[in-house]
């Protein structure tokens, strides 16, 4: 018997529990006594049922069940003292009423005991689940507020019956309506995190939300749109104005209850994303300088490669006008020499003309052409091109095809850039190189049959260490008037179609520049 059956042995027991049970153990003796000892003839033992009533409330079920069974057996008792096993039918009625009135009473008591204790416990989890909702509202990080929306839906919803559909319009042609809808609102609640959004202010100062909505907020009237349209929740970015006049930019979130009856308590969630906001524009702003930046840069190395590309023919064409002047100011002049003087000037513009537009296609981001390209033809044609600086420097030039395969799908001029880049840059380095050994080599030759290879070597005084490092970065340059750009676009150029470019020391001396081009890649492309 677990704590002699009292219903909460924890608690104690107030003076009207101890007077009753107190009682009901008297009552009890007394009618077992008058039961036993006396002749009164009557149902004496219905009055145990009493005892069972004042024991009600402190009993647990076990303990009311166990209370009935004593009293049912000191009826019992009281009977057999009196009549013995054999008694008269009238006492073994009255004993019979007396146990029924007494297990009638037990039943209705522990149902009654079931439903008090359903009740209690309903109660309970109704007050434990009102603290958690409690503390997870005040202890929230994100501003809370519990705001009575019934009033302004009840505007809105009579909105609607009086035939408005558009709220947009009607807040135009209403300016008093959203001031109105605001003044709707109340607050019920807020958490400490909200108050700490307005500028920390006090509870009482937020009633009403009028001062804190920015002028210009648009997300307010988005706000009565979504009651208007009966929504299920609402999202949107919002402005309000802290007690110390600041700005501030919030995430809203409300969501509305299914049950009308429940819009007086409406939980709306800010987020305070003001440095997020201000940190996206700031990256905004920054990206879109850097694509500035970059424009220029790109615009800036164009006219850099344009300047050193346009320098060679250019410089051609000015010896081939002299020259052709020299032939015609001969006596008689020599029209076959002025001639071919005119020719190369021709081809000379074309080049230049060819350069620009190749720079224009990729400003303009057009398609350059891919065709097939003979390298072999290519290598004549640029060392007939650069024949006059050729000579001029007295530069002996070679050409040697170690393969069948020199044809590539390219952009042919891309490639003679590269290659008259490579040839110029070997002519100058050799300026201090005596004349009878200024010699270049090109070769064509294929590594390993998936790619060709056009191979530059000088024999100039080769690549010094700190200069093979850098070589490939733009502005490296050791000539006085060099712009350093020329070898950085060029495999740039080449690496944007597959290919590569690279510099190295001859072991005979002299650099040694090489070009790859992929064969397959190219056709693919
Ligand atoms: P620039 O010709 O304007 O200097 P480049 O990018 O074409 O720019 O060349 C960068 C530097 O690489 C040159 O200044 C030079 O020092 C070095 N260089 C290029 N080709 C050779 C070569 N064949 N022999 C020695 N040095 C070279």
Redesign the pocket.
């Given at each position: 018997m677990r704590s002699f059956g009292l219903a909460n042995p924890k608690r104690r027991l107030s003076n009207y529990e101890i007077g009753a049970v107190s009682f009901a153990f008297l009552l009890a003796a007394t009618v077992f006594y008058l039961d036993t000892f006396t002749e009164i003839q009557s149902a004496l033992a219905t009055l145990y049922v009493i005892t069972l009533l004042l024991s009600a409330e402190t009993l647990t079920e076990k303990g009311t069940l166990l209370l009935a069974g004593i009293c049912i057996g000191l009826s019992a008792l009281s009977y057999i003292a009196g009549h013995g096993l054999h008694g008269d039918l009238a006492a073994a009625l009255r004993l019979t009423v007396a146990v029924a009135a007494m297990v009638i009473t037990c039943l209705l008591i522990i149902r009654n005991q079931r439903a008090r204790l359903a009740l209690i416990k309903f109660n309970a989890d109704l007050q434990s689940s009102e603290e958690r909702y409690r503390t997870i509202f005040e202890q929230s990080r994100v501003a809370l507020w519990e705001r009575d929306y019934s009033q302004v839906r009840a505007l809105l919803m009579k909105l609607r019956e009086n035939g408005v559909s558009d709220l947009h319009a009607h807040a135009r042609n209403n300016p008093e309506f959203i001031s109105d809808c605001i003044a709707c609102v109340p607050t019920v609640a807020a958490n400490a995190a909200a108050l700490e959004l307005l500028g920390h202010v006090d509870a009482r100062n937020i009633k009403s939300m009028r001062r804190y909505i920015a002028q210009d907020d648009a997300t307010f009237l988005d706000l009565m749109v979504a009651i208007f349209n009966s929504e299920s929740y609402f999202e949107g970015k919002g402005a309000i104005i802290a007690s110390d006049g600041t700005t501030k930019l919030v995430l809203l979130t409300v969501g509305f209850p299914e049950d009308v009856a429940n819009f007086n308590r409406v939980i709306v969630g800010m987020f305070d994303i003001t440095e997020r906001e201000m940190a996206q524009k700031a990256l905004f702003e920054a990206q879109a300088e850097l694509a500035r930046a970059s424009r220029a840069a790109t615009i800036g190395a164009l006219s850099a490669s344009l300047a050193?590309e346009l320098n060679q023919p250019l410089g051609a064409l000015v010896v081939n006008a002299q020259t052709l002047q020299r032939w015609l100011d001969r006596d008689p002049p020599d029209l076959a020499a002025v001639s071919r003087s005119a020719e190369r000037i021709v081809r000379d513009s074309q080049r230049a003309s060819d350069i620009i537009q190749s720079t224009r296609s990729l400003l303009g981001r057009r398609n350059p052409v891919i065709e097939p390209v003979s390298l072999i033809d290519l290598v004549s044609e640029t060392r007939a091109l650069m024949e006059g600086e050729l000579l001029r420097s007295r530069v002996a030039f070679e050409t040697s095809a170690a393969s069948d395969m020199h044809t590539v799908n390219a952009v042919r001029i891309e490639l003679q850039q590269v290659l008259i880049?490579?040839i110029?840059?070997?002519v100058?380095?050799?300026a201090a190189t005596p004349e009878e050994h200024r010699r270049i080599l090109v070769t064509i030759g294929s590594a390993d049959g998936q790619e060709v290879s056009v191979k530059?070597h000088?024999s100039?005084?080769?690549?010094?260490a700190e200069?093979l490092q850098n070589?490939?970065k733009?502005f490296?340059?050791?000539?006085e008037?060099?712009?350093?750009?020329?070898?950085?676009?060029?495999r740039s150029m080449l690496e944007a179609r597959g290919g590569t470019l690279t510099?190295a020391n001859h072991t005979e001396g002299?650099?040694l520049?090489e070009m790859t081009m992929p064969i397959e890649a190219a056709v693919h492309e």
């Open positions: 050193h880049n490579l110029t840059n070997a100058q380095a050799m530059v000088d100039g005084p080769g690549l010094g200069i070589l490939f733009p490296c340059t050791t000539k008037s060099g712009l350093g750009m020329g070898l950085s676009i060029c510099a002299g650099a520049f």
